[in-house]
């Protein structure tokens, strides 16, 4: 030690200032090759994961899986072509934020991984509530009396939900499962003549709930897309809540996501009879999050509670930037509504008033129900997350992860 404070003493300044800036930018790219590393990619999907399987009255049917973010991915390098090449003869493609038109008017997407002593009550209720709400007939009704709109009137949106669209769809993603998920999914789907309403997507190896949850919310045809956890932990007729506020947040070009919370429920019963440990963690991965996502993210009380919609205008900014494919998909799902890219904000007569930067967050308080037989290891699983969002928060912000293709 003596001899390091000699040493130090007797180097001049501007050289210890030299090595000083070498280790700097030694240490930023031993971190950002370490991040390439580690950084979680999520594997392309395989042949058979872009079919579905489906209830016929004859039995049942593969078909392809209808899929909006392989359009967008073709106009998106299209753009990215036309703006290295600057070639006046490509027609250059400005919008790669936009998606195919909706064809029902809610999606919902279960992932499912060895469900099939729980998928079935919460099928029941979600069919139950939305056969009442959104029927099955997803044809246009073009004499449809309109809707009055929740919408401020002072301002006009861009992609706005028709109010003639019906009917909904539910893709059940089978995460691999190695039980019956998909054959008690299938039964039920026959039982209650959902022909090609209940879709069976099938993963060929596992890839985790994010990855789930990704493939399935590229392939929703609905104005509207849930993702909710199979065990039906959550009270399915919430769903009117969420719309209502996704709604009151939504921009200029229709782009909101409303979650649904158990923040409200902190010191109920339901939380309170949880163990010691658990509770504990609960909170100590809220700090780390708190800490380490920006600030809107990090306001939110409750990220991880699997009852999330999304407009569909939202999708193309959220979906095709996914990589977490394990627990902590969740937060960069928000992380990614958050560092959306602003849209104009139009008044009652269409001229631009401003920008909107980012898509607005609804945090929703809904009612939920501890459900046994949960995956989740309260120990492993919470220093996984706390480990995986730090890697995460790390990779956005070295550029490990972008908002562009290549």
Known sequence: MDLLSAT???????????????LIVFAFYSLYA????????????????????????????????????????ADRRASEARSKNDDPTQIDIADTSSIEPA???????FPAYNEEHRILPTLKEAVEYLDATFGRDNRLHPNAPQKPSPLSP???VQNAPRDDLSGYEIIIVNDGSKDRTAQVALEFAREKGLHDILRVV???????????????????RGEYALFADADGASKFSDLNKLIEGCEEVVDGSHRGVAIGSRGHLVGSEAVVKRSALRNFLMRS???????LTPPATS?????????KLFSRAALPHIIPYMHAEGWIFDIEMLMLAESAPAVPVL???????????????????????????SKLNVIQDSIKMAIGLAILRASWMMGVYRRRLT
């Open 202 to 220: 099938t993963l060929e190896k596992n890839r985790g709930k994010g990855g789930g949850v990704t493939h399935g919310l590229r392939h929703v």
């Open 347 to 373: 008044s009652h007569n269409g001229t631009v008033i401003g920008s909107s930067p980012g898509i607005k967050v609804a945090e929703v308080p809904i009612d939920w129900h501890e459900v046994g037989g």
């Open 103 to 109: 064809e029902v008017r809610m999606s919902v997407v």
């Open 8 to 22: 130090l003493r007797e180097t001049p300044p501007h050289i210890l200032f030299a090595a000083s800036v070498a």
């Open 299 to 307: 306001r939110i009380r409750d990220t991880q509670c699997g009852f």
């Open 154 to 156: 002072r301002r006009r």
């Open 34 to 73: 370490v991040l390439h590393l580690v950084a979680p990619e999520p594997r392309p999907a395989f042949p058979s994961e872009k079919t579905y399987l489906t209830t016929t009255p004859d039995g049942t049917a593969t078909r392809q899986l209808p899929c909006w973010h392989d359009r967008w991915l």
């Open 285 to 291: 991965f809220h700090l780390v999050l708190m800490i």
